[in-house]
């Protein structure tokens, strides 16, 4: 019997020995052959796990013999599987893939005109990857106007109750002073910026760039506030095709489809869409919450590649749209003498987008673009109608001399807008106005900690007008962990009628523009910002950054009623605009659950012809909080908590603050998945409080829009990838 034992006892101990083999890894960035610190490696099933070291370096060990599957994950990177033979001791190479959420590491041409990753990048830019963009577009697949409203700092104001049209204001300042970019060309400018986040579906993109404050120097005027890029998906040589359909409570529905390819010499991307709703009162006073609409749109864009270093592009976007909102009979074609109030917009919008770009030997980059929009609008009331054509271009040629320690950005370009009011009226709104700029930026690396960013506009307007806009940012590296950056600028924005006031009374009884009597507006701003980022153990990734903002702009041009009349007309306030306030943003990750909150104080002032008041419809608080959980991949499930505080009116009227909460949740299948959402559950609204609007039905006269307008919405649907 003891021989029996300790022959077992042999056996036993010499299996164990034998069963306890060590996983030996080297862990790099795919993309950049970079050391990855921190990365988790787990052997499949059980609790057994390491971290890689400041070399890259990760050592598993008691791993039993025979086939075994380790997992390699980290935040940022797309998680990795080896199944590997035991035992074996070889040291292996592993290389991660960046995720669509590590920002970190993608290259930025289109904001920037920069070749550096964002890191390197001393220009503060936020974004929206792809993760998130695909969360958003299973919850409001018509527009994105959820997916900018969800940016600290970043609002959109809806600018009229009937039409549901809405302006996106960024750090509290006017929409017309936000630039919309798409891949980098200017974007519904003009007559087009009312509807403009209401017609644009999110479905291509691939990213979002948001940069706050005065970027007028490689973008001229406009550009104030800061600027949104929507960079849309390029083909690879992976085929990708997805449909999306979505319905909801209020009698919408949403139809989307995109493909992409790339065929050796040639690519293409196809979107196309189509978007329906009924008109929906949600507080039951005959008059429209959600007007009605319909609304088509295509963009196909052809991709040739004669050589590896040169690509030419060209794209067509085309959106056709009726819109009625309104008293609901008469939206249901049963109008009599009572029921007679409506607003239509009707939209034709078509425009085109070529560029051409090629990289040299040296790997200096020359990119030639052009765009050309054309936009009809007509707007109608029962004793009004309003119709315009908007032909706005944009021709840019770019150089980029990408050297290690300097990087040097040169370019000129032109811009032109004209608008003619086609119906007849005695005083029309025509207007036309032209810049050609000549910029160059530099990228200096003075160190590996201090990087300079410097640049220099000059613009030439059809007034005779020349701008000198300097602009500077620096980024300190303080840490691998701890970073800041400062920036500031001039910027310009030349007279134009379209602004949220002029939008809001459907450009009825507003004066043409005399710009012999009104001057541009001139701004200078600064931010600055600190960033801290950590691993705080094993599965926790952890980030806060706390910026500040100050933009002043100087005799901003503001519509006044004309004395004795039932007019408005623009003119130049002798005085300013002071937006200023701070950001704070905090994102931490454990294992499957992801965190984000946001806090926006936000304080606009207008100190015009000796009285200072307070912005109309600016907040000085926002909170935003959002949570995510990710099970495999498989199952995602958001939560959503928006506090927006009090307000004033542009009468002055202070009104209340409130609180919006959504659900959204989404399960995943190989090629097909299904989702449903619950968006404003608590169904926060204004006319839950007062009455939205006064005087009679056939004229009503409607209170300026300060919270959601819709209510609460449940939808839900599938999108199909193949």
Request: net charge neutral; hydrophobic share 35%.
């Amino acid at each position: 019997m003891q021989k029996i034992l300790s022959l077992l006892f042999i056996i036993t101990f010499s299996t164990n020995v034998f069963a306890q083999n060590t996983f030996k890894a080297i862990i790099k960035n795919e993309k950049t052959n970079e050391l990855l610190i921190g990365v988790s490696v787990l052997l499949k099933g059980t609790q057994n796990g390491t971290t890689s070291d400041d070399k890259g370096f990760a050592e598993l060990k008691n791993i039993p013999n025979g086939k075994q599957t380790i997992i390699i994950k980290s935040v940022g990177f797309e998680e990795n599987e080896k199944t590997i033979l035991f035992p074996q001791s070889d040291t292996i190479a592993i290389f991660l893939e960046p995720s669509s959420e590590e920002l970190e590491e993608v290259k930025i041409v289109s904001s920037t005109r920069s070749s550096r990753n964002i890191k390197d990048i001393p220009t503060r830019i936020e974004g929206i990857p792809l993760a998130d963009l695909e969360e958003k577009s299973v919850m409001q697949p018509g527009n994105i106007k959820m997916l900018v409203s969800e940016i600290a700092g970043v609002q959109t104001q809806q600018t009229s109750q009937v039409s549901g049209s809405a302006s996106i204001r960024i750090q509290g300042l006017d929409g017309k002073y936000t630039q919309l970019l798409q891949d980098g060309f200017p974007l519904y400018s003009g007559f087009a910026s009312g509807l403009s986040v209401l017609q644009i579906p999110p479905l291509n993109f691939k990213r979002v760039e948001v940069i706050k404050g005065s970027t007028s120097t490689l973008y001229g005027g406009g550009a104030i506030a800061g600027l949104i890029d929507l960079i849309t998906k390029e083909p690879t040589d992976q085929r990708e095709i997805s449909f999306l359909a979505n319905t909801n409570q209020t009698k919408a529905l949403d139809l989307s489809g995109f493909y992409s390819e790339r065929y050796k010499k040639t690519g293409l991307t196809i979107y196309a869409s189509g978007n329906f709703q009924k008109s929906y009162d949600n507080n039951n006073d005959g008059f429209s919450d959600i007007p009605k609409y319909s609304r088509y749109s295509i963009s196909p864009k052809f991709f040739y590649y004669p050589s590896d270093n040169t690509t030419f592009s060209f794209g067509i976007n085309a959106g056709f749209e009726k819109r009625k909102g309104g008293d609901l009979q008469v939206i249901k074609n049963k109008a009599d003498a009572i029921h007679s109030f409506f607003e239509t917009n009707n939209t034709n919008r078509y425009s085109t987008q070529a560029k051409f770009e090629k990289t040299f030997a040296n790997k200096n980059i020359l990119t030639i673009k052009n765009s050309i929009g054309y936009f009809n609008r007509t707007i109608e009331r029962p004793t009004y109608n309003f119709e315009g054509q908007n032909v706005a271009t944009f021709s840019e040629a770019n150089y980029l001399i990408p050297k290690e320690k300097s990087e040097w950005n040169l370019g000129a370009n032109f811009i032109s807008d004209n608008f003619k009011q086609v119906n007849t009226v005695a005083s029309r709104l025509d207007y036309f106005s032209s810049a050609f700029g000549i910029f160059a930026q530099n990228n200096l690396r003075v160190s590996k900690k201090f990087i300079v960013e410097s640049g220099l506009r000059f613009d030439l307007t059809n007034s005779n007008t020349l701008f000198v806009l300097p602009r500077l940012s620096l980024l300190y590296k303080m840490t691998d962990k701890l970073t800041s950056r400062i920036g500031g600028g001039l910027g310009y924005k030349t007279p134009t009628i379209f602004s949220e006031d002029a939008e809001e009374k459907a450009f009825q009884n507003i004066n043409p523009l005399d710009l012999l009597k009104v001057s541009p507006e001139k701004s200078y701003g600064l931010n600055a910002d600190i960033t801290y980022k950590t691993i705080i153990v094993e599965d926790i990734n952890f980030s806060i950054n706390q910026l500040f903002f100050y933009t002043r702009i100087n005799n901003p041009l503001v519509l006044n009623a004309v004395t004795g009349t039932n007019n408005f007309s623009f003119e130049n306030a002798n005085g300013n605009i002071e937006a200023k306030g701070f950001e704070t943003t905090i994102k931490f990750r454990l294992e499957d659950i992801s965190y984000f909150i946001g806090y926006t104080y936000t304080d606009v002032n207008r100190n015009c012809n000796n009285v200072s008041s307070v912005n109309p419809l600016t907040a000085k608080h926002h909170l935003n909080i959002d949570i995510m959980y990710e099970l495999n991949e498989k199952l995602r499930i958001g939560y959503e908590l928006f506090y927006v505080g009090q307000q004033y009116l542009s009468d002055n009227e202070k009104v209340r603050d409130y609180w919006v909460a959504g659900v959204s949740t989404e399960y995943k299948f190989k090629h097909f998945s299904l989702f449903l959402n619950l968006e404003n559950f608590l169904d926060t609204r204004q006319s839950k409080w007062e009455s939205m609007y006064s005087g009679t039905i056939q004229n009503p006269q409607f209170r300026e829009v300060y919270t959601p307008a819709d209510g609460f919405i449940f939808n839900g649907g599938f999108k199909i990838r193949l």
